[in-house]
């Protein structure tokens, strides 16, 4: 059972460059997010999907866009990489939005610099 | 605004207990949660309490909320090497928001 994967698990990009990170989960959930964790500043939340074709923005989405064009992805892109979006990023997914223990599951990570 | 607030760092012996606090804003939240982050992996879901709740216990975890003071806590019975890594409370008031994470360390 693979949860919740993410790809690729490291980059380096030199600034301006454009980048996609792919998320992918195998449970059937409606909700996915990518969430960046900084050092000292925990998860924040940058786009999230309620379902199939649907995208929001979160609390930091400058910088970033996303898509969610089968129920399964949620694909992260940066179109112009800057080296202030160097982080790790986390793809998360939930069953739905609604507060039913509402646990999420998260991805490994992935880490990327932006020299 | 939403604001979840924990002290950065954590060093316990192993056998002790080991007690991480977290302090929330919104007062609307419906569940307490937290999330522990091994080095290298992502986050997952410890334990969850319910705002209705002031305590609830599971194995070695006991989690206490005080709504009145919006302060959650989590304690760690006989602390292990293995209980090293970085704890994250979490409230899902108008929305979900992470806590900036509590590192948990545990020395022989």
């Known amino acids: 059972n693979a949860g919740v994967t993410q790809t690729p698990k490291f980059r380096v990009l030199k600034t301006g460059q454009s980048m996609t990170l792919l998320c992918a989960q195998d449970?059937?959930?409606?909700?996915m997010y990518w969430y960046r964790q900084d050092p000292g500043m925990g998860l924040r939340l940058i786009h999230y999907?309620?379902?199939?074709?649907?995208?929001a923005k979160g609390e930091v989405p400058d910088g970033y866009n996303v898509s969610r064009l089968k129920k399964q992805n949620f694909l992260l892109g940066l179109e112009s990489a800057a080296p202030s979006q160097t982080s790790v990023y986390f793809c998360?997914?939930?069953?739905?939005?609604?507060?039913?223990?509402?646990?999420?599951?998260f991805g490994e990570g992935s880490r990327l610099t932006v020299l | 605004g939403e604001d979840v607030e924990q002290s950065l760092f954590l060093s316990v012996r192993e056998g002790d207990s080991s007690v991480i606090n977290c302090t929330y804003t919104?007062?609307?939240?419906?569940?307490l949660y937290w999330y522990k982050q091994e080095p290298g992996a992502g986050l997952q879901l410890l334990t969850y309490?319910?705002?209705?709740?002031d305590m609830k216990q599971d194995q070695r975890l006991t989690v206490l909320l005080n709504k009145k003071d919006k302060h959650l806590s989590l304690r760690i019975a006989d602390t292990q090497t293995g209980d090293s890594a970085i704890y994250f409370c979490a409230e899902d008031g108008q929305k979900l928001v992470f806590g900036t994470g509590t590192r948990l360390l545990v020395s022989p």
């Open positions: 449970m059937n959930h409606e909700y």
């Open positions: 919104d007062s609307s939240s419906t569940y």
């Open positions: 999907s309620v379902g199939e074709g649907t995208t």
């Open positions: 998360a997914s939930s069953s739905d939005g609604t507060t039913n223990t509402g646990e999420l599951f």
């Open positions: 309490i319910f705002s209705n709740m």
